[in-house]
Structure formats: structure tokens, C-alpha cells
């Protein structure tokens, strides 16, 4: 079974995932394209210490020796030397992610499995630049992975089954809730549901029909939610936002994804308000309107 996991990707999830990996055990080598970004990497994976300790009360001293399994390299051949798993958590771009599957494929270890953490691209679409399709597929985290913990784990057609049961037996054993999808769909389950729900979101927005505020109050009045839209959009990124719907504006000519993209850009992206990781998005932190107790009312 797997023993030795890079997470290629320091950003939101990708910190999330190499420390909750290290917490259960693993040895663990984080992978970013330079010295820059594997410090903020570093900077951030260290950051989520307070989270477990206050969500789960993991103590000091298991956060500490799992830090002590955590290696960072900005060198992709070093970072994958002896990698049995990579988990891919890089720019949800297509071109981004196929440059670095082809870069990935030609320095990682033959024994060496790829699963990509891809919210809303197709493994498929990607197995032939990895030059290994039947050992690649899959594992998608949803965001605050300590507490939200699923683990969905999608083959594409070429994936060879015993892979697919291993990364489902690795889930599991990073304190997942091992999910199987057993037919390639954009956005597996979570996001088949999430997307939609914050693009609809947007959209009342963006035309001028309500403000974020009131939209999320609506929401959590109504169905009795902990959060609404705008709130779950600070939590997964402004980026990944702005990312999904410039890719949906490009490829289907879509009008109403192209304005939801320039919003995004123009209102906050450009201004540097990314969401909880910048400490302002649609709300500030890290005391949000929204958990204000007169904000129903």
C-alpha cells in the first residue's frame, strides 16, 4: 500500500490535503513551481494547526509530528523520487494541468499512481498526457477536509480497477469517507449539486436582482443552512470561482458566464478580496457577517 504521497499544489486544498495525509501517518513531500510558493505553501499548511485543534481537538503533539513528515521541494523530479501516490492540486486550468501531467510523466517512478483532485475537469482528459491512463483517475476533496470528508474517488475509462481500489483503501485511510464513482461525470457528485446552487447564485447578482448578503440571508432562512452561496464561495476561493466560469464562458460561448467571470475579476479578484485565504471576499474575516447573531433577523 501506499507509503511515501506528494501533494503537487500548496495552495487552499492542496495544504489541506498534506497535512490531513501526514496527520494519518504518511510520509508526505509538497510540490510547487518555485522557492516563493513553497514557503507560502509551508506558511499555509502549518496555518490549519488551529482548525484541527479547535474542530476535531487533535493535540500539539500529533500536529507536530506530522509536520515533522512533510518535505517541500519546488523540483518536480526530487519531489516525486519515490512517490507511490501524487495527488494533483494545481490551477484548475486545462492547459496548466496537462503541461504538468506531461512533465509529471516523464520524471515520476513507473510504480507511481496520479489522481487529480480536478473539481470539475474530466480525468479523461488528462490520461493520455500522463502516459500512464491506467494508473491514473480521481480524488476529489471537498473544501475544510477535516470536517467535510469526503473522499470522491472517479476512474475514467482506461483506469485500471486495482488502482481504483487502492485510492479508495488510501482515502479511507486518511480519515475519508471513501465515495466511488464508477462513471466519469463533470463534477462527480458533490459539485454536480454545488455548482449549479452557486452559479444560481451568482447569476441573481450579477443581473441586478439581490445582493450577496440578502441572497445567503434568503438561503439559510429558508432551508435552515449554516451558510449560503457566497459564504461557500469564500471558502472554496474567488479564484477557482472566476476559474470555473471564464472555462464555462469559453467553452460553450455562454453569456451569463462570461459576466458571472468579469465579476468576479473586476469586483474582486483585481482588488485582491480571493475570500477566507486574502481575509476579505464577499464578507470579511475572520468574523463574517454572517455569523453575526442579528443576521437572519
Not at 495527488?87 to 486550468?93: K, T
Amino acid at each position: 500500500m501506499y507509503k511515501e504521497v506528494t501533494v503537487a499544489g500548496s495552495g487552499v486544498l492542496g495544504s489541506q490535503i498534506a497535512f490531513q495525509t501526514a496527520l494519518h501517518g504518511f510520509q508526505v513531500t509538497v510540490y510547487d513551481i518555485s522557492d516563493e510558493a513553497i514557503a507560502k505553501g509551508k506558511e499555509r499548511v502549518e496555518g490549519w494547526q488551529p482548525r484541527y485543534a479547535e474542530d476535531l481537538g487533535t493535540s500539539q503533539e500529533s500536529m507536530t509530528e506530522a509536520l515533522g513528515r512533510i518535505t517541500y521541494s519546488s523540483n518536480l523530479a526530487e519531489a516525486v523520487s519515490n512517490a507511490d501516490l501524487v495527488i494533483e492540486a494545481v490551477p484548475e486550468v486545462v492547459a496548466i494541468k496537462t503541461e504538468f501531467y506531461q512533465k509529471l510523466g516523464e520524471v515520476a517512478p513507473e510504480k507511481t499512481v496520479f489522481v487529480t483532485n480536478s473539481s470539475t475537469l474530466l480525468p479523461s482528459q488528462f490520461a493520455e498526457a500522463t502516459g500512464r491512463p491506467e494508473k491514473f483517475l480521481a480524488l476529489h476533496f471537498a473544501n475544510e477536509i477535516w470536517k467535510n470528508n469526503t473522499g470522491e474517488v472517479m476512474k475514467h475509462p482506461g483506469t485500471d480497477e486495482t488502482y481504483f481500489n487502492e485510492v479508495l483503501e488510501f482515502a479511507t485511510n486518511i480519515g475519508m469517507v471513501a465515495l466511488p464513482i464508477h462513471k466519469e461525470q463533470p463534477g462527480y457528485i458533490l459539485n454536480s449539486l454545488l455548482v449549479p446552487f452557486l452559479e444560481a447564485a451568482q447569476q441573481l447578482v450579477v443581473n441586478g436582482v439581490s445582493d450577496p448578503e440578502t441572497v445567503d440571508k434568503t438561503w439559510m432562512i429558508g432551508t435552515g443552512a449554516p451558510k449560503g452561496p457566497f459564504a461557500i464561495l469564500d471558502i472554496v476561493g474567488l479564484t477557482t470561482a472566476y476559474n470555473i466560469s471564464s472555462g464555462k464562458a469559453k467553452a460553450f460561448n455562454s453569456e451569463a458566464h462570461r459576466k458571472a467571470s468579469e465579476y468576479l475579476k473586476t469586483e474582486y479578484i483585481d482588488k485582491g478580496k480571493l475570500g477566507i485565504a486574502t481575509g476579505e471576499g464577499f464578507y470579511t474575516y475572520p468574523h463574517p457577517n454572517y455569523e453575526k447573531e442579528d443576521f437572519l433577523k
